[in-house]
């Protein structure tokens, strides 16, 4: 993204992995660079402007010959071969600016997929203040879409095994309690 503002700031590059519910992949890695005019980079953010030029994200931009449209329908393509509409939640860290964005600059796909989150920043935020001691995983840092794809599928998978009970069974009265107290 050229910014963090979805009104004013644009996609660069897309990235998706398409997993079951127990986190095996079941499709390749879809990954597109999109076309911005210079304008656009151009008036990124200075900490945009560092990272992507520095990581190599500003050049493939400029090379690359697919617009956010031709980026949206190749998207949509790869979705509907592996989800059905309203199946499939996003999931990733921060995933609610992807969600602005996607709901911004790719309507179609927003609204392929189901509108609930996995946010795995969220759940390392908990482990953090829940469970001190706690290591935090190490991120590259990076910021490019492959390698954060990559990075947060890990992270999830070693939350699967570390951090939640792997025989956890539903409690209906726990939930009705819980239910309660958040007022619904």
């Known amino acids: 993204m050229t910014g963090l503002d979805p009104d004013t700031c644009h996609i660069l590059e897309i990235a998706c992995l398409i997993t079951d519910k127990d986190l095996n992949k079941i499709s390749n890695i879809f990954h597109v ?3 911005q ?16 030029s ?3 994200l500003v050049k493939e931009s400029k090379a690359s ?8 329908n190749l998207l949509m393509q790869f979705l509907k071969k592996y989800t059905v509409p309203g199946g499939c939640p996003l999931a990733g860290n921060t995933i609610y600016m992807d969600k602005l964005f996607l709901m911004k600059h790719l309507p179609k796909v927003a609204d392929h997929l189901h509108y609930r ?3 795995v920043s969220s759940i390392s935020e908990l482990c953090r203040r829940w469970y001190p001691n706690y290591k935090i995983m190490k ?14 599928l890990a992270e999830l998978k070693y939350f699967k095994t570390k951090i939640f009970p792997p025989n956890l069974s539903y409690e209906p ?3 009705t309690q819980l239910l ?5």
């Not at 991120?139 to 947060?152: F, M, Q, T, Y």
């Not at 309660?180 to 619904?184: F, Q």
């Open 65 to 72: 010959s697919i617009n956010i449209k031709e980026a949206e």
């Open 33 to 35: 660079v999109v076309n």
């Open 173 to 175: 009265d726990y939930s």
């Open 139 to 152: 991120k590259s840092l990076i910021h490019r879409a492959v390698p954060d794809v990559k990075e947060s």
């Open 180 to 184: 309660d107290m958040i007022g619904i």
């Open 37 to 52: 005019p210079l304008g656009i980079l151009n008036g990124m953010s200075d900490w945009c402007k560092i990272h992507h």
């Open 117 to 119: 989150l996995i946010d």
């Open 54 to 56: 520095k990581s190599g």
